[in-house]
């Protein structure tokens, strides 16, 4: 999808308000970030479908476990973490994924906890053929991120 974003650009001078910020440094589409979005692909487990993306092609990959971010699509209007994405998959191949029952993953009427978050980390790196990740976790993922390396050491590089 190309269109218009919100991107909060750095403020240059103390006294500049980002709502003074021209609406030109805050567009972000696709030209103008140089990349084409990865197209959002479906992992199977039980009856639900994992919605993640794989981009960058490189022995390494990392598994980006995000905390409350936007969806996988949504997140590629930011510019500031296309040029930080752009940036990680210059050394390793990048997965992302939306966690179950939020965003393009299947609803759930059920809290997700972090077991739940591990199995949907198996269940895309396993959909993607990868059988060694780095994992790399934003915000409330910390949890996440700790159990799936103590349940699953063979998964990590």
Known sequence: MKGPCIYRAPIAHPE???????????????????????????AKYSSLNIAFQVFGSVPMV?????????????MWSYL?????LQGQWKVAGM???????????????????????????CTIMYAAGSQKAVLFEHSDSSCTQALFATNYPYFIS
Request: with cysteine; net charge negative.
């Open 16 to 42: 500049e308000s980002p709502i003074n910020i021209p609406a030109s440094r805050n567009l972000c589409t696709e030209e103008r970030a140089g990349f084409n979005k990865p197209a959002a692909q479906y």
């Open 62 to 74: 990392v598994v980006y476990i995000p905390g409350q971010v936007p969806d996988i699509d949504r």
């Open 80 to 84: 500031a973490l296309i040029h930080f």
């Open 95 to 121: 997965m992302l994924f939306d966690q179950r029952g939020i965003w393009l993953s299947d609803r759930l009427i059920e809290l997700f906890t972090s077991e739940t978050r591990t199995e949907d980390i």
